[in-house]
C-alpha cells in the first residue's frame, strides 16, 4: 500500500524519507523536545500550495453551516498548505555495504634538465618514491604534456554569430575522475574563481573582463577551464572544466556585478567613520566570520578540485583578503592544507589593481572624525590594512606553489602567469602503507637515476586524513562549514522539517520550525558509559531577491542520558524546535544537523515563501495550521540554551505557547485514535471598522466521504489586536474513527464579509 508520505513527497517535489511515517513518528510516546533560541533553521519545505475543496458535498449536512457554504461558492478560493518532506527516499531500503578504505596518494611531478627542458619518456621504473623513509610502490605513472606556446583557440560561430546569452546562470558539479585514471591528459586545467564577497562592483566588472579577454584572446587549444563563483553562501560551479569558449564567455556576460556584497568586510580600525553614535557594534566579530567563510570556501573548492589528478591552477579574483590577528589561522592553515593535499595551487589577483587612495580614505565612507585624523593614526591603520589584505593573497600563493599579481591594473597578466607555469610533468600515485588517520604530516621524497642529472619539482608532504574520533574543536567546526559550503548535501541522517507562519504585526511574521530527526540514527552513547550525546546545528537563510544572507548561525545540543533516556531514544524521534522572525518575501534555507558522537550529517535545502496577508482580499487571512497530539510544560524541555528573560519573551511572540503549555506541531502528521489530535490556526481581519466573529470547524473525509466533523466554531478577534487576530484551536477526538488515511479540512468562513478559507492535508491513524 502506498504510504502517506509518498502522497506527501509528491506534494513537495523534493527528497522524500528513507523510513516511514510509522517509523520517524511514534504517536503513543511523548517526544523528545529540543528547543533553542532564536535562529535560521533548515526547512524542507516549500510553501502552501493550493486546495480547491469543499466541505459541502454531503447531502446529509443540514446544519447552520450549510447556509454559510452556499454564499460563498462562488467567491472562494483556497488557503495554502504546508509541505512537508524528509532528505532521503521514502521508498529507499537499507542494505548492508561492504567496503575496503585504501588510501592513494597523487604526487605531480616536474622533471627537468640542466638546461630546464622537461625530460620525456620515463616510467615508474624511473622513480623512487618514499614516504617517511619508506619506499613505496608506484602504481600510476602518466606523463603528461603540454606545450606551452600553442596557439590560442579559436572561439566557434553559433547560428546567428554571436555569443549566446544564458538567462540564467547553471548549478553543475565538478566531474570526478576514477581512482588511477587521468580523463584530462594533456590538457591544462584553470579553475577560474570569483570572490564576488571580497570585491567592490568596480573591482567584479574589472575581473570579468580580464576574464573575457584572456578566453577571447588567449586561451590555447590544450586549455580547459572552469568557472567558479562565492558571494557569501555556498561556493557554485558554474562550469565544469570546458574548452567551449562561447559556453564560457555567456557565462561571465550572465555574471551580475555587485552582487554579495552583504557580507563585505567593513573597516574597524583607526581609519573607521565616525557616525556619530555613543555605542556600536564592534564590526571586528563580523570581519572575522566573513574571513573564515572566504577562506572556508577556497577549501571546499580544493576538495572538490582533489577529485582530479592533474595539476590544477585556481585563479582566485578578490580584492585583498585580511586576517583579523590570529582568529583566521586555523582556518588559514586549513585551506592550504587542503589546497596542498587536492594539488591545487593559488594565483591571487587584487582585482582592485594599481590603487592610488587619499592618506584619509575615499569617499567610499565618511571622515574618521577623531584624533587620528590628525596624529597619523588614520592614516597609518589605512596604509596598514591594505597591507595586510595583499599579505594573505601572498601566503595563500607561496604556501601552495602560486603566484600573486599586485599592483598591475592588467589583470589578465595573472591569468596567463597560471597557464604557463603548468607545463610537461609526470602523474606518480601510490596507495600509502601507513593507514593511519590521524592528521599528521607526512614527508614525501622523489628522486630519479642518477645518471640522468635532473631536477625535480613535487610537493615535498602531505597532511594525512583524519577521522571523525580524533578531531579536535577547530576540525568539528570547520566540518560543519564545509558541508555548509557543499553543493550536493550530505544525508548520512534523516531529517524531517516543518516551517510555519503567524503573523505578528503589519509588517512580520513569526516563523517557527519544527525538525525531528529518528533517535535510532544517533549515537547511543550511553552505550559507551557516556551520560550525554550532541547533537550540533548549523544553519543559513538568504534572501533569495536580494541574494544576501539573513542570518547565519550555530547551535550545539547537549541531551543528558538517563537509563530510561537511553532506551527510549532507539525507538522515539527527537525534536528541535526554533522560531524567528522574517519580512514577507522568498527565501532559501539550508539546515544541517550532526552527530557529536559518530560525525554523521544530515542536510536539507530548499525555498519558502512567506506570504503578505496584508493583500489577501479574496479571502479570509489565515496562517499556518499547526497539526498535533501532545502539549508540553515549557519548563518541562529537556534542552534549553535561552536564558528566563530571552525565554519569556519568546514566549510571548510565540503563538503556539499559551498560559505556560506549548503545542509541538507533529512534523510527520501520524496520530493515534486513544489520543486527542489539537489543530490550532489564526484568522485576521486588519483594518475592520467593526469586527464580526469568524466561523469555522474541521472535518475528516476518508475516501471522499465525510466521517467527522466537529462542531462550529465562533469567535471575535482579540481585545486590542491591530490585526485582528482570531485564534481558533480544536481538540479532535479519534478514539471512534477506524485507523487509516484521512483527509483532513479545516474551513474558515467569515459570514459578514462572504469570504472564506480552506486548507487540506492528508493524515495518518493508528491504533
Known sequence: MMSLFNKLSCRTGALCGRQSLRDLHTSRVTDLLLKSSRWSAQSLFATNGSTTRSSCKSRSDRSARSGYLLLFLLTIASASAQQIGQNKAADGTDTFTLSVKSQLVVETV???????????????KDFTLTEDGVPQVIKICDHETLPTGASAAPIKPSADEDIKIYKRLSRTQVAPETPGTARYKDRRLLALYFDMSAMRPQDQLRALQAAQTFIRKQMTEVDLVSILRYSGGSVDVLQDFSADKNRL????ETLIVGEGQGSAEAVDDASSADVGAAFG???SEFNIFNTDRQLSALQTTAKMLGQLNEKKALIYFASGLRLNGVNNQAQLHATVDAAVRAGVSFWPIDARGLEASAPLGDASQGSPGNAAMYNGTAAQASTDRFQQSQDTLYSLAGDTGGKALFDNNDLNKGIVQAQQAISDYYILGYYTSNAEQNGRFRKVKISVNSELAAKL?????????????????VDKERQLEDALMLADPITDLTIAMEIDYFQLNRAEYFVPIIVKIPGRELALAKRGGSEHTLIDFICEIKDLVGGTTVTNVTDKVNIKLTDATAAQLAKRPIQYDTGFTLLPGRYQIKFLARDDETGRIGTYQTTFVIPN????LQRVPISSVILSSQKIDMKDSLYDVMKAKDQAKESAADPLVVNGSKLIPSVTRVFG?????????????????????????????????????????ALTPQAGSRLGTVPLSFDVEAKNLTPGEYQCQVTVLDPTRQKASFWTAPILLEQ
Open 281 to 283: 557594534q564592534d564590526d
Open 613 to 616: 496577508l496584508n493583500k489577501e
Open 457 to 473: 619539482d613535487y610537493r615535498q608532504g602531505y597532511y594525512a586524513g583524519k577521522v571523525f574520533a580524533k578531531f579536535t574543536a
Open 110 to 124: 616536474v622533471v627537468k634538465d640542466k638546461q630546464g627542458k622537461p625530460i620525456e619518456g620515463l616510467t615508474a
Open 673 to 713: 485514535t486513544d489520543r486527542k489530535m489539537y489543530v490550532f490556526l489564526q484568522g485576521y481581519e486588519p483594518g475592520a471598522a467593526v469586527t464580526e466573529p469568524l466561523v469555522a470547524f474541521v472535518s475528516l473525509y476518508r475516501e471522499g466521504a465525510k466521517v467527522f466533523e466537529t462542531k462550529p466554531l
Open 249 to 252: 564567455l555567456s557565462i561571465l
